[in-house]
């Protein structure tokens, strides 16, 4: 896509061979945005330059970044809480398409689907889920963008809903998948940290458009983009599911 000089958009037909290249370009930039400083070190020597050897590198690299997090992680240790009076408002809207595209989800005939190594498969309408004990925490989303914001939200401990389902904690992950075709994954510590919520509120409002509704996953102890939004099926595996970024090349782990 360019910009004319009249300000309107015009789509560029690139050959397949242009379109290779500008993917093994966005694959590498992903990758290298997702190594920590330390994994970049264990690269001297290497020129970063374009060839199937330097990706095996970078996908390796991610790979030992991801357990290294996932060692250090702590499923008791808190984030940081803040105050009413520090909330950022507004909050700012962040997904991989624009705001005018935001899916349109039916909420009366809205359910979320359970599925995987979980004992109790039945789905769960928005008022079973409100049936459960809620908890409301303000925290701040960090985005791997560069920006951060303290925003609200209140909802079910994703902890107490899979307690809730039947589902073995001794799984290694839990996956979502969403209503705009995003997905992503936890690790199953993360999963039960106290923290993590299936939000149902913004501030003292149903979660509104915008931020997910209506339902979105919220883990004060990972990066933005660990964070789906219009949650539309849960389910647990042993099996990594992966995720849109993450599949990209961000470091699955990504906590912060």
């Not at 500008?22 to 330390?38: P, S």
């Not at 009366?108 to 004990?133: D, H, I, Q």
């Not at 409301?136 to 303290?150: K, M, P």
Request: aromatic share 12%; net charge neutral; with cysteine.
């Amino acid at each position: 896509m360019i910009e004319s000089k009249k300000g309107t958009v015009q789509r560029v037909r690139l050959e397949p061979a242009q379109q290779l290249e500008l993917e093994n370009i966005q694959r590498r930039h992903f990758l290298r945005a997702g190594l920590t400083v330390g994994a970049m070190s264990m690269l001297t020597g290497c020129n970063l330059q374009d060839g199937d050897q330097v990706d095996k590198v970078l996908w390796a690299m991610s790979r030992w970044n991801d357990r290294v997090q996932a060692w250090l992680f702590s499923g008791q240790k808190l984030a940081p809480t803040f105050s009413r009076a520090q909330i950022t408002t507004p909050f700012p809207f962040n997904a991989f398409y624009s705001q005018d595209d935001i899916p349109e989800v039916d909420l009366a005939s809205y359910s979320l689907a359970v599925s995987g190594r979980v004992r109790n498969k039945a789905p769960w309408t928005l008022e079973s889920l409100r049936n459960l004990p809620l908890r409301s925490d303000i925290t701040r989303l960090i985005c791997v963008e560069g920006w951060s914001a303290i925003g609200q939200w209140g909802g079910v401990p994703l902890k107490s809903f899979l307690e809730r389902i039947g589902a073995d904690t001794t799984a290694k992950f839990v996956g979502f998948k969403c209503a705009d075709h995003y997905y992503s994954s936890l690790d199953m510590p993360t999963a039960l940290h106290p923290q993590t919520l299936l939000a149902l509120d913004y501030g003292d409002v149903a979660l509104p458009p915008e931020y997910g509704y209506p339902l979105r996953v919220r883990v004060p102890t990972k990066l933005g983009f660990k964070n789906p939004k219009h949650v539309v099926e849960i389910f647990v595996s042993n099996d990594n599911p992966g995720g849109y970024w993450e599949d990209q090349g961000y470091n699955w782990f990504s906590g912060i």
